[in-house]
């Protein structure tokens, strides 16, 4: 996109696409190479996983991954995977405003809740979760194999 791009959402689909989107994933998940996040971006697509980014204009500044599926606990849900945004551009409302999108998607799409997880050390994103009215609602176990 040329640099006097209006700011807008992007769903992308493409590997170009997608390869945009890269950095502010990078941001929340170092461990990732490029060609890694499009190996398994495209594996989870397969699972009904999608991207919405937010593109400033000049670049892509924040994005989530998320998937509408069902849970026995909750019903229909969209859950968030990922919302990340590159750290020169926090605290700018870019993640309120992809946040805000996604809401508004599982309206649309008729679900019962909005779910995610977030690391326990990550407290500006809890505040923007709490202002936004999320709760926090239980503790997540994991164990690794």
């Known amino acids: 996109m040329p640099p006097s791009t209006p700011p ?3 769903c992308p689909e493409t590997d170009a696409e997608l390869t945009r989107c ?4 990078l941001a929340l998940r ?3 190479s490029l060609d890694r996040f499009l190996e398994q971006v495209r594996r989870q697509q397969e699972q009904g996983f999608r991207i919405v980014a937010w593109h400033d204009g000049t670049q892509v500044v924040s994005a989530a991954g998320y ?3 069902e849970f026995l606990a909750w019903g229909k849900v969209l859950y968030i995977d990922d919302l990340t945004t590159l750290a020169s551009s926090r605290q700018q409302g870019h993640a309120g405003r992809l946040l805000d999108w996604l809401v508004a998607q599982a309206r649309q799409q008729g679900c019962d809740a909005v779910h995610l997880d977030s690391g326990h050390q990550r407290h500006a ?3 923007l979760y709490l202002n936004k009215g999320f709760v926090l609602s239980s503790h997540h176990f994991a164990l690794a194999l």
């Open 30 to 32: 170092p461990h990732l």
């Open 67 to 69: 998937r509408v599926t």
């Open 8 to 10: 807008t959402f992007l």
């Open 125 to 127: 994103a809890h505040r």
């Open 22 to 25: 890269f950095p502010a994933f």
